[in-house]
């Protein structure tokens, strides 16, 4: 099965609410990054965290990692109709190429 | 650039017509890649081309693909005798050196085979 896979697949909420997703893979990892997508073109990288840091924020965002449990949460707080999108996380468990999950795809209602 | 071109933007073909994509990475960055996404999915590694070596083509699916990086630079995806399940948005990225494999993608190529 598919290295990177994140829960739930979709996430339905309320403008100012905040949305967790999460992320499980396999293997190991040097690093673990989430990426966002908006209408099914280019993702954009939000963030990245290193296989020897458990948590990491960025502005609304903030990500943790559990190695132990192979797996990551993507947290958005405050969140705004602009941040519909599909979130993807994504492994490099060989250094170089990334495997993604099959995303979450998250509606802010306004 | 600024950022990671594709071109073009939209590719409508017919069935068993081949089709070639291009990809153009921001200046500088030695790494680049190619992924598949198709409707609703996640995306596919394709391959990936690191400067001067070898290319890690064990992505592509079927040996109608394949693709290559002129100068360590431009690359061109081809797809020969394209299929209807060739259908997808085709996304390119690159990255730069540095100890972080953070990719910088392209807005890709969508795809049709009818």
């Known amino acids: 099965s598919q290295q990177g896979e994140e829960d739930p697949q979709a996430l339905s909420i309320q403008e100012g609410e905040n949305a967790t997703m999460n992320c499980s893979y396999k293997t190991s990892i040097n690093n673990l990054q989430w990426y966002r997508q908006n209408s099914g073109r280019g993702l954009v990288h939000l963030i990245l965290i290193r296989s020897n840091e458990r948590e990491k924020h960025s502005g609304r965002l903030r990500v943790t990692l559990d190695t132990s449990k192979k797996s990551s949460s993507l947290l958005i707080t405050a969140s705004r109709a602009a941040d519909t999108a599909s979130y993807f996380c994504a492994t490099d468990p060989s250094g170089s190429r990334l495997t993604f999950g099959e995303g979450t795809q998250l509606t802010v209602n306004p | 650039g600024a950022g990671v071109s594709q071109s073009p933007s939209n590719k409508v073909t017919e069935k068993g017509k081949d089709v070639e994509l291009r990809c153009d990475p921001i200046s500088g960055h030695t790494a680049l890649y190619w992924y598949r996404q198709s409707l609703g999915q996640g995306l596919e590694f394709l391959i990936y081309?690191?400067?001067?070596?070898?290319?890690?083509k064990s992505g592509l699916p079927s040996d109608r693909f394949s693709a290559e990086r002129t100068g360590g630079s431009v690359s061109t995806l081809t797809i020969q005798r394209t299929q209807q399940e060739d259908s997808a948005v085709y996304l390119c990225a690159s990255k730069g050196p540095g100890r972080h494999n953070e990719q910088f993608f392209g807005p890709g190529t969508r795809l049709t085979v009818l």
């Open positions: 081309f690191q400067g001067n070596s070898a290319p890690d």
